[in-house]
C-alpha cells in the first residue's frame, strides 16, 4: 500500500481518505466484479498483499449500502411526511354525522359533531410518528449495565433455595 507515513491524518488520528486512495478502493471494486482475485488486484493497484486489496473492497461496498440505505431512508421519511400532512388535514376538519344520507342534528338543531374520523385520524398520525421512529431508530434497545450487589446476589440464591424446597 502506499507508504502510510505518508498519508494524511484527520484530527483523531486515523487515516484521512484522499480522492486517489477513494479512486483506488473504487477501482479495486469494480475488479472484483470483474472476476479478479484480491492478489491481482493487489499486484495490480501497487498494494503490498491481497489483505490491503480485501480491505478496499469491504470498504466501498460498507459504503455504497450505507449511501444507498440513507437515500432510501430520506425518500421514506419524506413520504411518510406527505401522510402525516394529510392525516393532519382530516384532523382539523369538522365532520358532522349522517344517518340514512341526512346530517344528524343536536337538539339545538346545530349538525351533530362525528368524533369517529378525528380518532382515526389520530391513530394514523400515531402509526405514521411509530414508523418514523422505527425508521430513524429511536425505539432501538437501550443498552443498560445492571450490576448486583453482594446483598441482592445473597437474597436471590436465598429465594432459589427456598423455591428448590427441602
Known amino acids: 500500500m502506499d507508504d502510510p507515513r505518508a498519508r494524511p491524518h484527520d484530527g483523531k488520528g486515523r487515516f484521512a481518505r484522499t480522492l486517489t486512495t477513494a479512486e483506488k478502493e473504487a477501482e479495486a471494486a469494480r475488479l472484483r466484479s470483474s472476476g479478479w482475485t484480491y492478489q491481482r488486484i493487489a499486484d ?23 449511501e444507498a440505505g440513507d437515500d432510501l ?8 411526511d406527505v401522510l402525516y400532512v394529510a392525516a393532519t388535514d382530516v384532523l382539523e376538519r369538522h365532520h358532522v354525522t349522517v344517518s340514512h344520507g341526512k346530517i344528524v342534528a343536536g337538539l339545538d338543531g346545530e349538525p351533530l359533531l362525528d368524533d369517529a374520523p378525528v380518532l382515526q385520524a389520530i391513530d394514523r398520525l400515531l402509526r405514521i410518528q411509530e414508523r418514523r421512529a ?15 450487589t453482594d446483598e441482592r446476589v445473597a437474597a436471590i440464591e436465598a429465594l432459589a433455595e427456598e423455591l428448590a424446597g427441602p
Open 134 to 148: 422505527r425508521l430513524l431508530g429511536l425505539d432501538a434497545p437501550i443498552k443498560k449495565d445492571v450490576s448486583l
Open 44 to 66: 495490480h493497484l501497487g498494494w503490498n498483499n491481497k489483505g490491503d486489496a480485501h480491505h478496499a473492497v469491504q470498504k466501498v461496498l460498507r459504503d455504497t449500502v450505507q
Open 73 to 80: 431512508r430520506a425518500l421514506e421519511l419524506s413520504r411518510l
